[in-house]
């Protein structure tokens, strides 16, 4: 059973622009949401976090929100410059990381 | 650099033959963590050690056992792989359990013939 999902697979934005991946959850005892970014070849590492106390954190280009009520959390980035483009999985904290499948986000020159 | 190692990072077996997965970590973290992400799908938690503390996921199936030698090695053993094993296989680490930041290898990609 998903708890976290990413329902677009993949996105692609220019370079300069904005780009909003989205995830949605289930859980209602997920208090802690984390982004993680993953290149080709290499592990997710960790990108920005958020605590269920707060709806936005923001850390220079990435900022993540939360709206607990809709069970949905956002990523922008802005600009988005061409080192983003990797596959971005959104995850969620009970008692252990739920991941949700990824967004794969490809930046255009 | 400290860092989270998985070798090989490419292995392939035959169905029902047993196959180890290693992992190492030079961040002397006290967890250290086993994931299994089939393609397009999610990273799902197989199990995590805690020290010595071995704590198995409910719905992780029994052909997947877990060693943890020392602090800075953990194995993931299939006893009997079959066709529906074939993944990426993840380990991570992290300082204690919790919101602490997880540190993931580079994953091994399993496949089974």
């Known amino acids: 059973d998903q708890q976290v999902k990413q329902n677009s697979p993949s996105l692609s934005v220019q370079e300069g622009r904005i780009s909003i991946l989205n995830c949605d959850y289930t859980n209602s005892m997920f208090d802690y949401f984390l982004w993680y970014k993953k290149y080709p070849a290499e592990g997710p590492t960790f990108l920005i976090s958020?605590?269920?106390?707060?709806d936005k954190n923001e850390d220079g280009r990435f900022t993540v929100f939360l709206n607990k009520s809709a069970k949905h959390l956002s990523l922008h980035i802005v600009p988005s410059q061409p080192g983003d483009s990797a596959v971005y999985f959104c995850a969620a904290y009970d008692y252990k990381l739920s991941f949700g499948a990824g967004t794969t986000v490809t930046v255009r020159a | 650099d400290a860092m989270v190692i998985q070798n090989p990072r490419y292995q392939v077996t035959q169905f029902g033959k047993p196959v180890t997965l290693s992992c190492s970590q030079t961040l002397n973290h006290n967890v250290m963590y086993w994931y299994q992400q089939k393609s397009s799908q999610a990273p799902k938690l197989l199990f995590h050690y805690y020290d010595k503390d071995f704590n198995n996921e409910a719905d992780t199936p029994d052909n997947f056992q877990s060693r943890r030698p020392n602090t800075s090695f953990c194995f993931l053993d299939i006893r009997s792989p079959g066709l529906g094993d074939a993944a990426m296989y993840l380990c991570?680490?992290?300082?204690?359990?919790?919101?602490?930041?997880?540190?993931f290898g580079p994953g091994t990609r399993l496949t089974v013939l």
């Open positions: 991570a680490t992290s300082r204690g359990v919790g919101k602490d930041t997880q540190y």
């Open positions: 958020i605590s269920s106390i707060k």
